[in-house]
């Protein structure tokens, strides 16, 4: 299993630029999140999908879309890229259900993204 | 709100002593509590999970305690090795919503030979 692979690692985007952070995990997991993190901050929620077709804000959703149209893929999309939102962003994925023992979530590698 | 709070930024010890951290919440009463490491440039790792009836658990060189009076959760590695060298972060279930979890802002541990 590849586990939760994002890509790009590195983009660098122009004020008002939108892109797509993409995200795919291949372990048949049913929820899926973004973080985003910043230093001193932590990670720091901004979106998460419980199934395909099911998605909700987080902490910090302003500026970000998403969308689960399948299980294995959760893309991020920024619509105009301001320079707050230069972070490193983390996808992650879990087992789904209720139960403690599925909680542990699995981490990308993450894409340092920079908007001039 | 809730909020949670890890003791300090930054942590040095010399190899072979135990490191502690430290990772305090408030309002809010999680059902358990997770531990991750993150090495530079990679995403967190889950380590242990700890549930709100246990009060240690351990794993390896590894062992936490959760107390649910003080609202605290005590990370030890013991007989510490420069490999142990790494952001290490806690997290709670973030409410009622399962899959969301709420980080602290992580102590970095640096274990010198």
């Known amino acids: 299993n590849a586990g939760v692979t994002q890509t790009p690692k590195f983009q660098v985007l122009k004020t008002g630029q939108s892109m797509t952070l993409q995200c795919a995990q291949d372990?048949?997991?049913?929820?899926m999140s973004w973080y985003r993190q910043d230093p001193g901050m932590g990670l720091r929620l901004i979106h998460y999908?419980?199934?395909?077709?099911?998605?909700d804000q987080g902490e910090v959703p302003n500026g970000y879309n998403v969308s689960r149209s399948t299980t294995e893929d959760f893309p991020l999309r920024l619509l105009s890229a301001a320079p707050s939102q230069t972070s490193v962003y983390f996808c992650?994925?879990?087992?789904?259900?209720?139960?403690?023992?599925?909680?542990?979530?699995?981490f990308g590698p993450g894409t340092r993204l920079t908007v001039l | 709100s809730q909020k949670i709070e890890q003791n300090s930024e930054a942590l040095n010890i010399q190899e072979g002593k135990t490191a502690t951290l430290t990772c305090n919440y408030t309002?809010?009463?999680?059902?358990?509590l997770q531990w991750y490491r993150q090495d530079p440039g990679r995403g967190p790792v889950f380590l242990l999970l700890i549930r709100e009836n246990e009060k240690e658990k351990r794993k390896e060189r590894l062992k936490v305690t959760f107390d649910t009076t003080l609202k605290q959760s005590l990370f030890h590695i013991t007989a510490s090795q420069p490999a142990d060298s790494a952001t290490y972060l806690c997290a709670l279930p973030g409410g009622t919503s399962y899959g969301k979890l709420t980080f602290g802002q992580g102590t970095i541990l640096t274990v010198h030979p």
């Open positions: 309002n809010y009463s999680p059902a358990y």
């Open positions: 999908s419980v199934g395909a077709g099911i998605t």
């Open positions: 992650a994925s879990r087992v789904g259900g209720a139960s403690t023992s599925t909680d542990t979530q699995y």
């Open positions: 372990m048949n997991h049913e929820y």
